[in-house]
């Protein structure tokens, strides 16, 4: 590994490059180095999963261009640029990435006296995050989004995510669709759900912007002292999409007190005061920059988006576990019961969530 980080531009000795984080996708390590008066300086490495991310060179750039731009924002405001935005640091030949035996390999600043979540902390602290993604987005809200490259082409591609679950079970690769017949039971009832965000969008009644697309609680860093959320991380996935996405998938991961694997469904529900508590928080954030149809659907974004994420675990469960790390066997199916155990119990509070959804409407 010491042959990698040489080849980027960091400061002092390395002392150490460990195992970081609970990405799914990507390889993360924490570097620390010693700068000759002994004080110390981290540095995040990260192998960039490319049977995923398929153009390495085009997700950096979009990268290092949301940046400059955030930078820019952040600096007006009179914030810090470089604990309030991600900040590339350079290989010596000054790339954005390298590409070691067919691996490709980045470094971002490490931010210091920060902590980021798995698991809600409450609902003060949801709110804060749903005012840092809100205001994430309103900060991108003129950004050039035809200068971004779609990363994962269709990504939250409702339909096109149902089409290749479809596959899944048809092809059934893993040999364990008899094990899962209900689930996909559950799944198939709801094609309509899938089809529902996209069918507005293609109908012009919500607008394309530019989101971050993978808004979970653990993508934020939140000042270790204050616990006010300072950073967005994880800019892989910024590409056009709808507001719905963004505020569904922070309720998906942080609508509730429970892990993404937990075994005990009786653990797995939205917990409203949370939901409420984030509906406020990403209205505020994006100051006035949804309208009123968009509004209107961030409920149907939280079951939209769920489901897709449920479809996707079981998905990959079909094939064999290619696209997720897992750590054991039904990792994937662990998971997509999380996520259809709060689609069911979405349902059986529709009412209320869009009641909630109301009252912070006007
Ligand atoms: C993946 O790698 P990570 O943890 O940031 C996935 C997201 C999922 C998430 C589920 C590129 O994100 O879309 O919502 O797992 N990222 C990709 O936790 O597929
Ligand atoms: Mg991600």
Redesign the pocket.
């Known amino acids: 590994m010491n042959e990698i980080l040489k080849l980027f531009n960091i400061k002092g000795n390395i002392l150490s490059c460990e195992a970081h984080g609970?990405?799914?996708?990507?390889d993360t390590y924490l570097v620390t180095c010693e700068n000759e008066d002994g004080s110390h300086i981290r540095y995040i490495l990260q192998r960039i999963?490319h049977n995923?991310?398929k153009d390495p060179f085009s997700l950096m750039e979009n990268f290092a261009m949301v940046c400059d731009y955030l930078k820019e924002i952040v600096r007006n405001n009179g914030g810090d640029p470089f604990r309030e935005t991600l900040t590339i640091v350079p290989t010596k030949d000054n790339q954005k990435l390298v590409c070691v035996d067919g691996n490709y390999y980045r470094m971002l600043l490490f931010i210091e006296g920060t902590v980021c979540h798995e698991v809600s902390q409450g609902a003060n602290d949801f709110y804060k995050c749903a005012k840092a993604f809100g205001n994430f987005q309103h900060m991108l809200k003129d950004f050039p989004a035809e200068k971004l490259t779609e990363t994962?082409p269709n990504?939250h591609n409702t339909p096109k995510r149902f089409e290749t679950f479809l596959k899944a079970v048809e092809e059934n690769k893993s040999g364990r669709a008899h094990l899962v017949q209900d689930e996909i039971n559950f799944i198939l009832e709801r094609k309509s759900v899938t089809d529902s965000l996209i069918d507005l969008l293609n109908a012009g009644e919500i607008p394309l912007k530019v989101t971050h697309?993978?808004t979970?609680l653990?993508?934020i860093l939140m000042d270790e002292k204050t616990d006010d959320s300072l950073c967005v991380i994880?800019l892989?996935?910024i590409m056009p999409g709808l507001a719905a996405y963004d505020f569904g998938?922070s309720i998906?991961?942080g609508a509730c007190y429970s892990t993404?694997d937990e075994k005990d469904l009786s653990k797995v529900y939205v917990v409203l005061e949370l939901f409420e508590a984030y509906v406020k928080g990403f209205i505020e954030g994006c100051k006035d920059g949804l309208i009123k149809k968009e509004i209107e659907t961030l409920p149907l974004g939280a079951k939209v988006i769920t489901l897709e994420?449920g479809i996707?675990f079981l998905s990959d469960y079909l094939d064999g576990d290619l696209?997720?790390k897992t750590q054991y066997a039904d990792h994937n199916l662990d998971?997509t019961r999380t996520q259809l155990k709060l689609v069911a119990d979405m349902e059986s509070k529709w009412d209320e969530m869009n009641a909630i959804v109301k009252k912070y409407s006007n």
């Open positions: 609970g990405g799914y996708i990507n999963n995923i991310f994962i990504f697309n993978d979970k653990s993508n994880d892989d996935t998938d998906r991961a993404e994420q996707r696209y997720y998971r």
